[in-house]
């Protein structure tokens, strides 16, 4: 788990929404640490982990005086906004396929 206290499968999916997005679009577009906690989101709801994105946003970028540095403008209706966008990117295929749960299959036939 990491900082956020998100499962190792929510922050892989998260990280391969991530390179997705990015492999079609320009970092001049779209502020990268934005999409970062989009990416967070949805990958969230994906691995149906239930989260309420509101308070998720109040939580952890509500801190004016720490965050405003690392996320400007970082707001509840932009990341909604951004969701939409980065589900139209990923033309909506938000199945991802992990190696490591293939590979804990196999090991457990041995």
Same mark, same amino acid.
Do not use: W
């Given at each position: 788990?990491?900082?956020?206290?998100?499962?190792?499968?929510i922050?892989?999916?998260?990280?391969?929404? %991530? +390179? +997705? !997005? !990015? %492999?079609?679009?320009?970092?001049?577009? %779209? $502020?990268?640490? $934005?999409?970062c906690?989009?990416?967070?989101?949805?990958?969230? &709801?994906? @691995?149906?982990? #239930?989260?309420?994105?509101?308070?998720?946003f #109040?939580?952890?970028?509500? $801190?004016?005086?720490q965050?405003?540095?690392? !996320?400007? +403008?970082?707001? !509840?209706?932009?990341? &909604?906004?951004?969701?939409? @966008?980065?589900?139209?990117?990923? #033309?909506?295929e938000?199945?991802?396929? &992990?190696?490591?749960?293939?590979?804990?299959?196999? @090991?457990?036939l041995f």
């Amino acid at each position: 788990m990491g900082k956020m206290g998100f499962p190792e499968k929510i922050c892989y999916t998260a990280l391969t929404y %991530f +390179r +997705r !997005f !990015f %492999f079609k679009n320009c970092a001049l577009e %779209f $502020n990268p640490m $934005n999409m970062c906690i989009v990416c967070i989101v949805v990958a969230a &709801k994906v @691995e149906e982990k #239930n989260i309420d994105v509101k308070e998720f946003f #109040n939580v952890h970028f509500h $801190n004016e005086q720490q965050d405003q540095k690392t !996320f400007p +403008r970082l707001t !509840f209706d932009l990341i &909604k906004k951004c969701e939409i @966008e980065l589900c139209k990117d990923l #033309n909506y295929e938000l199945l991802v396929h &992990k190696a490591l749960s293939s590979l804990t299959h196999i @090991e457990h036939l041995f």
